[in-house]
């Protein structure tokens, strides 16, 4: 049987070969003493808060509050119960590390919400990024192991797969012939595929037709597919909305939903919460083995534990105020208010380009980005040429210049520069309202 | 002239080769025209607390209660002053990215506490151990490229050099002649030297004398100094207080003041803050070339920023409440009380492994765990070599199974496994206190 990048023996040997004796041997017997009721003192890590030292106040200052006899009076009774309720999760609050793939609590909240998940395969992160980045160090091996993303992409894949020493192997897809076509060139060595829905920087939702090509694609071509699903909840119309590739994947049923490896990632970052700051996120594993798991969870431990307050961020999206709690109505309120202020600004955006000469833009269906494309003049491209720059960087540092306007990363692949596609984030109409 | 690891022509050529083009040629030049005064929109990344988006209350609760009128009964005015400038500091407040480097007033602060610092040098990071990842990566270049690493050493080192592909060249502190050895053994291949002081696990505090050996040691050798100073609060004798590696570095004078690469770590997950949950760190680069901290800048920018929360803790742990402010006196007899017991757990865990046969422990200087060496007798060491483990894992089993003490790490340098060294973490004593 043919072997798939996240197989044990088909990883980073570097990913195995890192040891790390906070998690060793010790560490997981005296888990195993814990599961089974004894009680474990850890004295493995320095963790003073988990061991009882108590905050200090000044920098917290909430501490006291929930202890406060007239908290009630500021805060709404279900934002305090969930607030006991996530500290319940953690033995020494936000100031102790939680464990390496994040609160089990949490973990499994997402997993209900997910429906039909395991908390043991989702890891909470400081952000989807730090989750990309840690898979796409998982997968790459070294120099000439190819990963699929699409073009234009977020500039996150290029920079991480160069950085661990890989091959970046661009696709488009609106040219869904061409993957075949870029994989023989390097079928030995392409090892992923990376799908960004809703798309970043284009904004396109992709079709349940769509996903099952794609997966079909990676079950045949044995690829791990990183799906980057941030912005699931900016979605700006009603035609196609989003749908997971986990849901998709479970649907098309065996073989296939027994064998195509897939990490999904999420964020705080997006939708209507866009807690950018507080850098949590998390990332789901479907159909890697278990020794695979084990390298990943290693490696997270390295650096401890993502940070908690992020953690019970994540924890708070997926289950938000329900109907019937007090805050409920405001929080539909607020949420909604965010997305019909993004789908309104999405028209704005593409409606202007569009009265725009020379330029194109197809509407924006998701995300945060307007992709338009704009035709030069040969004036132009000569002018671009002549000052040493490809036509689009030239375009984007002259509207710099003239307006003020930072537009996203001009797609730096040969096959693009020429369209002078450039991102341009809805958010710069923030202004105007 | 020799190279050493972080000139720009030496560092991981995957750290330069990572592109990341919301950092590129646009992005510089609108910072530029930022910093010339001009109003610049940017659209690059979506970051919508930074654009305006109002964060939804019930994740939140807080954001009212900096303007209602009466927050002033709820929190002290000092604190409430603090908080409204670490606001200041943030367009977007804490729901936004702050720069990849972290919120620039904060790092200002941080320059002005360590002094003679200079804030573009000081980034900071989620937690220490992401910073010695960070930098680890960009000074190891593949397999060979050796770190010198103190045996016992915290893990962190170990696994992390493993998984960027290098070598963990092992030395003893008490043993300073051996560097030279383990050094002429693989001169070519040693790029930096990691020291932890006050130590982990080992406690001890390293006195100026040994600093400037140090620091001379490796302006001879040429190897960048990784200072882990995360434990400088951590100091349980008066004898030889926490002297910083750059402090001496600098009092050092030309040439060596000038030439020797520093980096310095810290965190606000020791100390009397113990902030582990929060992930708040940094790293300050001494004596390295603009063009390698661009690199640095750039590699830190792939996944966006710090958590910001982390970052606040570490403002105010570089400039906690001063005398005469309101919050002062509490702040003193916490963060005092704190430190006074951890020094008293120091003496009672020291002179516990004292009172012990075939127990020795040096007095635990500095840090959080007490390292005693425990003599084995004959019987145990081949009980162990029957059950096929190492005498110091074997006894360490032993005593998990028997008392529920989880141990730290057991060494696993060869060196060390004869001496059943293992680290108590004090603060298994405040479950008795």
């Known amino acids: 049987m043919s072997r798939k990048a996240l197989d044990y023996d088909q990883i980073n040997e570097n990913v195995k070969k890192a040891q790390y004796a906070v998690r060793g041997e010790l560490y997981l017997r005296a888990s195993e003493l814990q599961k089974e009721g004894k009680k474990i003192i850890f004295t493995n890590v320095g963790n003073p808060h988990a061991l ?190 989003f749908i997971s590739s986990r849901k998709v994947l479970l649907d098309m049923g065996p073989p296939i939903s027994k064998e195509v490896q897939l990490i999904s990632f999420h964020t705080v970052s997006k939708g209507f919460l866009g807690e950018c700051g507080q850098r949590g996120g998390y990332f789901e594993m479907t159909n890697i083995p278990p020794q695979t798991v084990d390298e990943i969870y290693k490696v997270a431990s390295i650096s401890l534990s993502p940070n908690v307050p992020g953690q019970i961020f994540m924890g708070v999206m997926v289950s938000p105020p329900k109907p019937g709690d007090i805050s409920y109505d405001r929080f ?55 000052a040493g720059k490809v036509p689009d960087v030239f375009y984007c540092l002259k509207l710099l210049e003239a307006t003020g306007i930072s537009t996203g990363f001009p797609p730096e692949d040969d096959h693009f520069a020429g369209r002078g596609g450039h991102a341009c984030n809805h958010g710069e109409f923030q202004e105007v309202q």
């Not at 894949?157 to 609106?174: Q, T």
């Open 332 to 386: 539909l309120r607020e949420s909604k208010g965010i997305l019909e202020s993004l789908r309104k600004r999405a028209h704005m955006m593409t409606d202007g380009f569009n009265s725009c000469k020379n330029v194109v833009c197809n509407f924006t269906e998701g995300a945060m980005y307007s992709f338009p494309q704009i035709k030069l003049p040969p004036k132009a491209i000569a002018a671009a040429k002549s």
């Open 52 to 241: 009882g030292q108590k905050p200090l106040t000044f920098p917290r200052q909430a501490p006291f509050l929930l202890d406060d006899p007239n908290v009630g009076l500021v805060f709404p009774a279900d934002a305090i119960a969930k607030a006991k309720m996530y500290l319940s999760y953690t033995a020494g609050g936000l100031g102790a590390y939680s464990d390496s793939r994040g609160l089990p609590g949490i973990r499994k909240e997402n997993a209900i919400i997910i429906g039909d998940s395991d908390p043991e395969l989702i890891y909470l992160t400081d952000g989807a990024s730090k989750g990309v980045m840690q898979m796409l160090q998982t997968i790459i091996r070294g120099n000439g192991d190819g990963i699929l993303v699409p073009v234009p992409q977020y500039p996150l894949y290029s920079a991480a797969i160069s950085l661990f020493g890989g091959a970046l192997v661009p696709y488009y897809l609106e040219e869904t012939a061409n993957w075949g076509l870029d994989i023989n060139n390097l079928r030995q060595s392409v090892r992923a595929m990376v799908i960004i829905n809703p798309g970043n920087p284009t904004g396109q939702c992709l079709s349940v037709d769509n996903l099952q090509q794609i997966l079909r694609f990676c079950h045949q071509e044995n690829l791990v597919l990183l799906g980057d699903e941030v912005y699931q909840q900016n979605v700006y119309q009603d035609e196609r909305p």
